[in-house]
C-alpha cells in the first residue's frame, strides 16, 4: 500500500507574526533578522521577496534591493509560543509527526482512512482559525515528493502529487529542487549540460554513481519520484549553538570571550530546559573575506553548565590562530544525550 504523506510549510512564518501582531505592516516588505548593517536576513514577507531579498542574504544587501523594507529584530520566544500551537494542531491528528523545523513538518497519515486532501485542507483551516497565519501543504505518496508540492503555489498553497502524474510533472523543474542536491551537486551536473530533471532523468545510473557514489542511487530514483524514507517521530536536535555577526570585526580574543561567555550562558540555560548534556564544543568563525572555519573538541565526559562549557570554549579559542579579523563568531555543543535522575526510593 503507497504511502499517504503530508508535508506543511508556513509562509513567510517570522514575518508573517510580525505582521499578526502589528497589523500596520500589512502590505508592506518585512524583513525579520538582524537590525544592524552586519546582521543577516532570517526570513521575509513575500512583499520585501519581489525586491529580490532572501533569506541568509546580508542586512545590507537586502536594504540595498528594498530601502522601504521594514526591518524587525527576531523574536524567537514568541515564534515557538506560536509554532506551538501549530504543532498542537498536527498532534491532534497523528502521531507520526516529524518536525523538520519551528514551522515545518512530515505527517504521515497512512494508516487514516480519511482523504489526504481533506486532512490537508482541515490543516489549513485550524492553523488559520487557531492563528491567523497560512500554511502550505503539500500531499504526495512519499517526503520527497510531498515536501515538493507544498512549495509548488504558496503561500497558502494546496498540491496533491499523485503517482500517476509522476514523472512528467517533475520534468521542467530545476534539478535544484531534487532533495539531495545541493549547490556544489547542482553545479557538478550544470557543467555537463544537466539543468532540469527531464535531463537528469535521462542520465545512467552507472554515470550518476560514478559521480557522487553510492548517493548516486538515490538522485536517479529521485528524478524517477521514487524516495523510502521513513517518517522520524525520534528526530532529535543535533547541536545546541549560538553565533553573531560582531559589529566590527575584531581579531582581538578577549572581545570574542565576552561573547563566548554570553553563548555559554545561553546554551547551558537551554540545554537545562531540555534536560540534556553534550561532549562536543565548536567554535564556528567567519572571517572579514566571508571564508567560514570551525574547530572542535570532543570530551570524554559530558557537560550541561554554563562554566564548564565556557572553560573549553576558551581553551578552543586559545588554539586558534587568527590570521585575519573575523565578522562573525558561534558556539554549540552537540554529541547530546538525555540526563538520567535516578529516583531514591523512599524504603
Same mark, same amino acid.
Given at each position: 500500500?503507497?504511502?499517504? =504523506?503530508?508535508?506543511?510549510?508556513?509562509?513567510?512564518?517570522?514575518?508573517?507574526?510580525?505582521?499578526?501582531?502589528?497589523?500596520?505592516?500589512?502590505?508592506?516588505?518585512?524583513?525579520?533578522?538582524?537590525?544592524?548593517?552586519?546582521?543577516?536576513?532570517?526570513?521575509?514577507?513575500?512583499?520585501?521577496r519581489?525586491?529580490?531579498?532572501? %533569506?541568509?542574504?546580508?542586512?545590507?544587501?537586502? &536594504?540595498?534591493?528594498?530601502?522601504?523594507?521594514?526591518?524587525?529584530?527576531?523574536?524567537?520566544?514568541?515564534?515557538?509560543?506560536?509554532?506551538?500551537?501549530?504543532?498542537?494542531?498536527?498532534?491532534?491528528?497523528?502521531?507520526?509527526?516529524?518536525?523538520?523545523?519551528?514551522?515545518?513538518?512530515?505527517?504521515?497519515?497512512?494508516?487514516?482512512?480519511?482523504?489526504?486532501?481533506?486532512?490537508?485542507?482541515f490543516?489549513?483551516?485550524?492553523?488559520?482559525?487557531?492563528?491567523?497565519?497560512?500554511?502550505?501543504a503539500?500531499?504526495?505518496?512519499?517526503?520527497?515528493?510531498? /515536501?515538493?508540492?507544498?512549495?509548488?503555489?504558496?503561500?497558502?498553497?494546496?498540491?496533491?502529487?499523485? /503517482?500517476?502524474?509522476v514523472?512528467?510533472?517533475?520534468?521542467?523543474?530545476?534539478?535544484s529542487?531534487?532533495?539531495?542536491?545541493?549547490?556544489?551537486?547542482?553545479?557538478?551536473?550544470?557543467?555537463?549540460?544537466?539543468?532540469?530533471?527531464k535531463?537528469?532523468?535521462?542520465?545512467?545510473?552507472?554515470?550518476?554513481?560514478?559521480?557522487?557514489?553510492?548517493?548516486?542511487?538515490?538522485?536517479y530514483?529521485?528524478?524517477?519520484?521514487?524516495?523510502?524514507?521513513?517518517?522520524?517521530?525520534?528526530?532529535?536536535?543535533?547541536?545546541?549553538?549560538?553565533?553573531?555577526?560582531?559589529?566590527?570585526?575584531?581579531?582581538?580574543?578577549?572581545?570574542?570571550?565576552?561573547?563566548?561567555?554570553?553563548? %555559554?550562558?545561553?546554551?547551558?540555560d537551554?540545554?537545562?530546559?531540555?534536560?540534556?548534556?553534550?561532549?562536543? =564544543?565548536?567554535?564556528?568563525? &567567519?572571517?572579514?573575506?566571508?571564508?567560514?572555519?570551525? /574547530?572542535?573538541?570532543?570530551?570524554?565526559?559530558? =557537560?550541561?553548565?554554563?562554566e564548564?562549557i565556557? +572553560?573549553e570554549?576558551?581553551?578552543?579559542?586559545?588554539?586558534?590562530?587568527?590570521? +585575519?579579523?573575523?565578522?562573525l563568531?558561534?558556539?554549540?555543543?552537540s554529541?547530546?544525550?538525555?540526563?538520567?535522575?535516578?529516583?531514591?526510593?523512599?524504603?
Amino acid at each position: 500500500m503507497d504511502r499517504k =504523506i503530508i508535508h506543511v510549510d508556513m509562509d513567510a512564518f517570522f514575518a508573517s507574526v510580525e505582521i499578526m501582531d502589528n497589523p500596520r505592516l500589512k502590505g508592506k516588505p518585512v524583513i525579520v533578522g538582524g537590525t544592524t548593517e552586519r546582521g543577516v536576513v532570517a526570513t521575509c514577507s513575500y512583499e520585501a521577496r519581489e525586491f529580490g531579498v532572501r %533569506s541568509a542574504m546580508p542586512i545590507y544587501m537586502a &536594504k540595498a534591493k528594498c530601502p522601504e523594507a521594514v526591518f524587525m529584530p527576531v523574536r524567537y520566544g514568541r515564534y515557538k509560543e506560536i509554532s506551538n500551537k501549530i504543532f498542537s494542531i498536527f498532534h491532534k491528528i497523528t502521531d507520526l509527526v516529524e518536525p523538520l523545523s519551528i514551522d515545518e513538518a512530515y505527517l504521515d497519515i497512512t494508516h487514516l482512512e480519511k482523504d489526504p486532501v481533506e486532512i490537508a485542507v482541515f490543516i489549513k483551516q485550524e492553523v488559520k482559525r487557531q492563528t491567523g497565519l497560512t500554511i502550505s501543504a503539500g500531499v504526495s505518496y512519499n517526503k520527497f515528493l510531498a /515536501k515538493l508540492a507544498s512549495d509548488w503555489n504558496k503561500p497558502d498553497g494546496l498540491k496533491i502529487i499523485e /503517482k500517476h502524474m509522476v514523472p512528467e510533472i517533475l520534468f521542467p523543474l530545476s534539478i535544484s529542487k531534487v532533495y539531495g542536491l545541493g549547490q556544489k551537486s547542482v553545479k557538478k551536473l550544470n557543467d555537463i549540460g544537466v539543468f532540469t530533471v527531464k535531463e537528469l532523468y535521462g542520465l545512467p545510473k552507472e554515470l550518476l554513481i560514478e559521480f557522487f557514489g553510492k548517493f548516486g542511487v538515490e538522485i536517479y530514483e529521485r528524478a524517477r519520484g521514487i524516495d523510502g524514507r521513513e517518517i522520524n517521530i525520534d528526530r532529535e536536535r543535533k547541536s545546541i549553538g549560538r553565533e553573531t555577526t560582531l559589529r566590527v570585526d575584531t581579531d582581538i580574543k578577549d572581545d570574542l570571550k565576552l561573547y563566548l561567555n554570553d553563548f %555559554s550562558e545561553s546554551i547551558a540555560d537551554t540545554m537545562r530546559n531540555k534536560n540534556v548534556s553534550g561532549k562536543s =564544543i565548536t567554535i564556528k568563525i &567567519k572571517t572579514s573575506s566571508f571564508v567560514n572555519h570551525t /574547530k572542535s573538541k570532543t570530551l570524554n565526559h559530558y =557537560i550541561y553548565n554554563k562554566e564548564d562549557i565556557y +572553560e573549553e570554549a576558551l581553551n578552543i579559542l586559545d588554539e586558534i590562530e587568527l590570521m +585575519e579579523k573575523i565578522r562573525l563568531i558561534g558556539l554549540s555543543i552537540s554529541s547530546l544525550r538525555e540526563n538520567k535522575t535516578e529516583q531514591i526510593s523512599m524504603f
